[in-house]
């Protein structure tokens, strides 16, 4: 029901854009989610979700006090997500959805409101693990970068550096590039089986991908020296390619970085907000499966 002005003794009258100007027209904003006769809901200029009630809906309240406050909590908690790396428009379109659950809520549509949560929660995470794969390929890419390049230049001048290393240390080297070239592609075929957030911030994205390319460096340059020790591949070792060997098993070698657990897909999102994410998932099902009971 409406709020009734008591200067007109009528309730506040919409204008031709379905605003309220006689309620809310002194309320200033910067993103506006929804607005009626008894509530307005937004985005002030930090982003951040704020609402205003009229005095009938204080004194009414809502018809069910336990529901509504277990949204606007669970609301509050959804808002504190790391948004760090989203764009602008991300942003807004994340708290708009919390907003429209805020806005379902006063309204008394509690059902709704926890699918606009869930569907909050679905949205920050899929935009979230965008920005980490991004983050981290990007390490894991510019710290190879440098690796191919030396690798190129030490095939280049393959005689001089022949000369200069030795033959057998030249083809060690070389091998510990093919090691870090193998270790990307690893990371490549990985990153969309991983499970990332970019809660736990760019610095720890690009210090795990570099350290992945020289775990596989590192790993390239041991199997390789193995090779040639005959410490594995022994019968290969004694043919006459053996430096094709070297190379060979430094790349497969680089691989091995997955051996390594992923230190961000590991902390992912904070323990509050992945249990939040879990509940209104777990309340969401849930009230699908009362709404087609009732249905039925």
């Avoid at 590192?218 to 410490?231: D, K, M, N, Q």
């Avoid at 098993?249 to 992912?268: D, H, K, P, Q």
Wanted: proline share 3%; glycine share 8%.
């Amino acid at each position: 029901m409406d709020s009734i002005n008591p200067a007109t003794g009528q309730p506040p009258k919409k204008d031709a854009n379905g605003e309220y100007p006689e309620k809310w027209g002194g309320v200033k904003y910067k993103y506006l989610v929804n607005l009626s006769a008894n509530f307005i809901v937004f985005l002030d200029d930090a982003i951040i979700i704020d609402w205003i009630t009229s005095a009938e809906w204080d004194k009414e309240g809502p018809t069910d006090r336990k529901k509504h406050n277990a949204i606007i909590t669970d609301a509050g908690l959804l808002e504190t997500t790391p948004c760090d790396g989203l764009s602008l428009d991300n942003r807004i379109n994340f708290k708009r959805l919390i907003g429209e659950a805020i806005v379902c809520s006063l309204d008394h549509d509690y059902t709704n409101a926890r699918r606009a949560l869930a569907s909050a929660a679905g949205y920050i995470e899929a935009r979230s693990q965008e920005i980490s794969r991004f983050w981290y390929l990007s390490a894991s890419f510019s710290m190879t970068l440098p690796f191919a390049a030396f690798g190129c230049g030490l095939w280049v001048w393959r005689d001089v550096f022949g000369l200069i290393l030795g033959q057998g240390a030249f083809w060690v080297v070389l091998s510990s590039v093919a090691g870090s070239i193998g270790a990307l592609l690893s990371v490549i075929g990985r990153a969309g089986k991983l499970r990332f957030s970019c809660s736990s911030g760019r610095a720890l994205h690009y210090l795990e991908g570099a350290s992945r390319i020289w775990a596989g460096c590192f790993s390239g340059t041991l199997a390789a020296l193995a090779v040639r020790s005959e410490i594995i591949l022994a019968p290969l070792s004694r043919v006459e390619k053996v430096q094709v060997v070297m190379v060979l098993a430094a790349f497969a070698a680089g691989a091995g970085e997955r051996l390594v657990s992923s230190i961000i897909s590991t902390i992912g999102l904070s323990e509050v907000n992945v249990g939040t994410h879990k509940r209104l998932n777990s309340e969401r099902e849930t009230s699908d499966e009362s709404a087609s009971t009732d249905h039925s």
